[in-house]
């Protein structure tokens, strides 16, 4: 079965400053791989996606992913970070064969500074 | 436009009783599902359903039921609410294949006492 692990629970950035989630996966192959935000109070909401190709996928809201198939992550980055990216992160991960459910990472909660 | 929506928002309710949450969606997506979010689990399946007539069971499905007799509702009982059932509920639907993002509702606070 696959899983996904979020590192970091909490992250503080300071507004103006660049901005790295890490996310690492368990599987067998390559699977789909996701980044969802969750403003409080919200539901979620799709940042990128990747499933096949260009190993760096660019999102909405200024954010992009790097696949690193070596190092089972997909890691999220956003080069300058607004006040208005305060919000809960996560990572997930679908089989990449017919269709299945998504496993979610237990999410990072950023916290941007003045 | 299309949406996913719940009902209730908010609900508080007792052990023991049966509580119903809703969920609607206007993607005519065959795919829906229910997730509950606990501090420190993140969110965790609790039932699936791939098309009308179609339930499975997720990660945490016990003390939960879900029935499909159309497209648009997939509706989450909780048989007899327990205090562990204290959440956050979240639905979401998608489309056919494994890169279909998932939508998601606002989600449903519930407190059981």
């Known amino acids: 079965a696959q899983s996904v692990t979020q590192p970091d629970i909490h992250i503080t950035v300071s507004e103006g400053a660049s901005l790295e989630l890490r996310c690492n996966y368990s599987?067998?192959?390559?699977?789909?791989l996701f980044w969802y935000v969750q403003s409080p109070g919200q539901g979620l909401q799709l940042l990128l996606k990747y499933f096949s190709g260009d190993t760096l996928v660019q999102g909405i809201k200024g954010f992009e992913a790097e696949f690193k198939r070596s190092q089972s992550s997909f890691n999220l980055r956003k080069p300058s970070v607004h006040w208005s990216d305060a919000a809960e992160y996560f990572c997930a991960v679908a089989p990449n064969s017919g269709y299945s459910t998504l496993t979610f990472g237990k999410g990072t909660m950023l916290l941007v500074s003045p | 436009d299309a949406e996913i929506t719940q009902s209730p928002r908010h609900k508080i309710t007792e052990t023991g009783r049966q509580v119903t949450l809703a969920c609607h969606q206007t993607w005519n997506h065959n795919n829906m599902f229910w997730y509950r979010q606990d501090l420190g689990h993140g969110l965790r399946l609790i039932h699936y359903s791939y098309g009308v007539q179609d339930t499975n069971k997720g990660e945490v499905s016990d003390g939960y039921s879900v029935s499909r007799s159309n497209t648009e509702d997939l509706p989450l009982t909780l048989e007899s609410a327990a205090s562990s059932q204290t959440s956050v509920y979240f639905c979401?639907?998608?489309?056919?294949?494994?890169?279909?993002?998932?939508?998601f509702g606002p989600g449903t606070r519930l407190t059981v006492l």
């Open positions: 599987y067998g192959a390559t699977p789909y």
């Open positions: 979401a639907s998608s489309g056919d294949t494994s890169y279909n993002e998932q939508f």
